[in-house]
């Protein structure tokens, strides 16, 4: 079991045990309105030890928060996560994100997520009440999906939803350090507003600052929402047996990094090793224990997602 796994098990523990909520009190959000989630958020407590400092929405279901230590940052690399989390009705209730930026600008700018609202669920409606400013817990860092030292293979970065933010780090730090490492980028959401940090990958692509390769891929090319759409389409794993071969990507001299919901990961490491990636060039991180994947989440590369799935279907 991976960190992030044990982390998410601790927190369902949590959850169970602080799903009724104090006499009286009312949900914080509609969005939690039958969840039996307790609703009274603290706008400070002594516990608090950092703060939501910006916040930039998407759109209204996809947004970038930054939330910054009260004292000095805590080192981290890229690719791991950080527990962030406010109190409610005097519990905790948390949740682990990998983080988007670097870690260099940790003590400035904050440790920046990406993160999706998971209507019903548990935290992310509370966090998308919060207001810049508003006070909050972070722990962290763990994680072990991580870059290996002084790599000179091509990196295949496959992502779904939310489960790019670990690569933005990666190249942000490598950037930062005047060490880019080249790339093959691939994100695959439902509609193409989905698409985060592609406007950074882009003007990377455009200026050769970073010698990246963005594929981005939509699985609803009918949704009049894609109708101006003129990129790939289909699931991300759909496309990684394609794009290795456009590419000439060779797997003796690649290395591949999945992060997203379960189902892509599963299916695209079949792909790639069954068109010969060794199983040693496929790293991947597990978002919850063995036993309890969630079933039924779009999406699910929003950890908060995945834990509130892994209860709905625990007696299932």
């Not at 991580?146 to 939310?162: M, V």
């Not at 730090?173 to 882009?202: C, K, Q, T, W």
């Not at 797997?251 to 990094?257: F, H, K």
């Amino acid at each position: 079991m991976t960190d992030i796994a044990r982390d998410i098990d601790a927190a369902a523990a949590q959850l169970r045990a602080t799903a009724t909520p104090a006499a009286g009190a009312a949900p914080a959000s509609a969005a939690l309105a039958g969840t039996e989630a307790p609703g009274l958020i603290a706008a400070d407590d002594e516990r608090y030890n950092a703060t939501l400092v910006r916040r930039v929405d998407q759109h209204e279901s996809l947004g970038y928060f930054w939330v910054r230590f009260d004292e000095e940052p805590t080192p981290f690399e890229p690719g791991q996560y950080m527990t962030i989390g406010v109190f409610v009705d005097g519990k905790i209730v948390q949740r682990p994100y990998s983080v988007a930026s670097a870690p260099g600008v940790a003590g400035e700018t904050g440790y920046e997520f990406y993160l999706r609202l998971v209507m019903g669920g548990t935290f992310t409606p509370l966090l998308w009440e919060l207001p810049v400013g508003h006070r909050m817990r972070m722990i962290g860092p763990k994680g072990k999906f991580l870059l290996e030292p002084d790599d000179d293979r091509t990196h295949l970065f496959i992502s779904s939803g939310t489960g790019n933010a670990p690569f933005i780090s990666m190249m942000r730090d490598m950037l930062a350090a005047g060490a880019p490492r080249r790339a093959v980028f691939l994100n695959g959401v439902s509609h193409a507003r989905d698409l985060g940090y592609s406007d950074i990958v882009e003007n990377w692509v455009a200026s050769g600052e970073y010698p990246v390769t963005f594929i981005p891929t939509v699985s609803r090319p009918n949704d009049p929402m894609n109708a101006d759409w003129m990129g790939r389409t289909g699931r991300v794993e759909s496309i990684v047996a394609p794009v290795v071969a456009e590419l000439g990507l060779d797997p003796g001299s690649t290395v591949a990094y999945l992060c997203g919901n379960p189902d892509m990961i599963q299916s695209a490491e079949a792909t790639l090793l069954e068109i010969g990636f060794p199983e040693e060039a496929v790293k991947k991180e597990l978002y919850w224990p063995k036993g309890k994947e969630p079933r039924g989440v779009a999406g699910a590369a929003d950890v908060a997602a995945a834990i509130d799935a892994a209860e709905a279907n625990a007696d299932q």
